[in-house]
């Protein structure tokens, strides 16, 4: 199976700052990545998917990138909204693996 | 709007069995594979399993591999998980989960979950 492991688990950080969150598989998945995002009680929300393509109605400041094995989700400009849990997922082989999560919180 | 609501979730007695359904509407839901996937309380999230649109290609994760059947009812508009045998461990969110028409595997759009609680 493949590893999925995010770094870091969690982050303290305030409205306006940059904040990147990063993701590496155990192998190559070349950009078989999608990003989301989730808050308390709420399903999963899809921000990125083929690991830099921004899914219709997310905000331009979130972005994406990587391939092969090491990818980011980066925030441009945090936003109140924006204080959730993201993670990451590989959909080149089954089975599909997740990452652990990163809590983003205010700092 | 694409919508999937999940139902049939509950407490259950270990060993005991329960049948989740989600309910699609919104898109042509024979054309897309679709899928469950579990989040235990405080914790990340697991795929449990996926089901093509005729399914005649169907996966596990070997932890529910022999106990759960996922199935579908494209005229119903309608995905399921059998899940027989529980466990402590199978206490969790399930969510239906629909896959991009572009890549398998990959989630577009999500339920809002229904709990299963696995306890004495």
């Known amino acids: 199976d493949i590893q999925m492991t995010q770094s870091p688990s969690s982050l303290s950080a305030s409205v306006g700052d940059r904040v990147t969150i990063t993701c590496r598989a155990s192998?190559?998945?070349?950009?078989?990545l999608t990003w989301f995002q989730q808050k308390p009680g709420k399903a999963p929300k899809s921000l990125i998917y083929?690991?830099?393509s921004l899914q219709s109605g997310v905000p331009s400041r979130f972005s994406g990138s990587g391939s092969g094995t090491d990818f980011t989700l980066t925030i441009s400009s945090l936003q109140p909204e924006d204080f959730a849990t993201y993670y990451c997922?590989?959909?080149?082989?089954?089975?599909?693996?997740f990452g652990g999560g990163t809590k983003v919180e205010i700092k | 709007e694409v919508q999937l609501v999940e139902s049939g979730g509950g407490l259950v007695k270990p060993g005991g069995s329960l049948r989740l359904s989600c309910a699609a509407s919104g898109f042509t839901f024979s054309s897309y594979t679709m899928n469950w996937v579990r989040q235990s309380p405080g914790k990340g999230l697991e795929w449990v399993s996926s089901?093509?649109?005729?399914?005649?290609?169907?996966y596990y994760a070997d932890s529910v591999k022999g106990r759960f059947t996922i199935s579908r009812d494209n005229a119903k508009n309608s995905l399921y998980l059998q899940m027989n045998s529980l466990r402590a461990e199978d206490t969790a969110v399930f969510y239906c989960?629909?896959?991009?028409?572009?890549?398998?595997?990959?989630?577009?759009?999500w339920g809002r979950g229904t709990l299963v609680t696995v306890s004495s």
């Open positions: 192998q190559d998945i070349s950009n078989y």
């Open positions: 089901i093509n649109t005729n399914s005649d290609y169907i």
């Open positions: 083929a690991a830099s």
């Open positions: 989960a629909r896959d991009s028409k572009y890549s398998s595997g990959e989630f577009d759009s």
């Open positions: 997922q590989q959909y080149n082989t089954y089975p599909l693996t």
